[in-house]
């Protein structure tokens, strides 16, 4: 015999869904005690302020992790202005300590034709009090020396009065 195209002896029937049962529910006393609006209010308002409290928190600690960061950054270049003024400083210094190290004078004395001077080159004078010379002074200082001496003449009189 030949095969058959479908063998229908071998299929399987799915049964059909079956609805469930209801089971009867019961209501029992008991349970989650109801709040009164009172404190559910004051629970509501403690959730409120523990939430704000977190956010202030939040808010603080960005605030101050942005100070320091800003902070930071400040100490930063002010480091790097410590730097470059201490190189300059030490630039400056060792110029200045070439310009005036003896051997440098010496050598620019006698590019310039100097020489150092001889004792005998050096002559002590001696002046008497008349061979003094004064500087003339203003016309300002010299009314105010003016009325100086007179009034200490004015007070020695009247000194050898007494």
């Known amino acids: 015999m030949g095969q058959a195209a ?19 529910l019961r209501v029992e006393k008991g349970g989650k005690p109801r709040l009164n609006p009172v404190r559910a209010a004051m629970q509501h308002a403690l959730q409120l302020l523990s939430a704000a409290l977190l956010v202030g928190f939040a808010v603080s600690l960005l605030w101050s992790e942005s100070q ?27 110029a200045l300590n070439n310009r005036t190290n003896i051997t440098s004078v010496e050598e620019t004395a006698t590019r310039l034709g100097l020489m150092k001077i001889d004792q005998s080159q050096i002559t002590y004078i001696r ?7 004064v500087r003339k002074e203003s016309a300002v200082r010299q009314w105010t020396d003016l009325l100086h001496d007179g009034a200490m003449m004015i007070m020695g009189s009247v000194n050898r009065a007494n």
Do not use: W
Not at 6 to 24: F, G, L, N, S
Not at 127 to 133: K, W
């Open 127 to 133: 002046l008497d009090g008349g061979s003094v010379l």
């Open 68 to 94: 320091l960061v800003e902070l930071n950054s400040q100490i930063q270049n002010a480091k790097a202005d410590l730097v470059s003024t201490q190189s300059q400083y030490t630039y400056y210094n060792s």
């Open 6 to 24: 479908y063998d229908m002896t071998e299929v399987r029937r799915r049964r059909a869904p079956q609805t469930q049962r209801k089971v009867p």
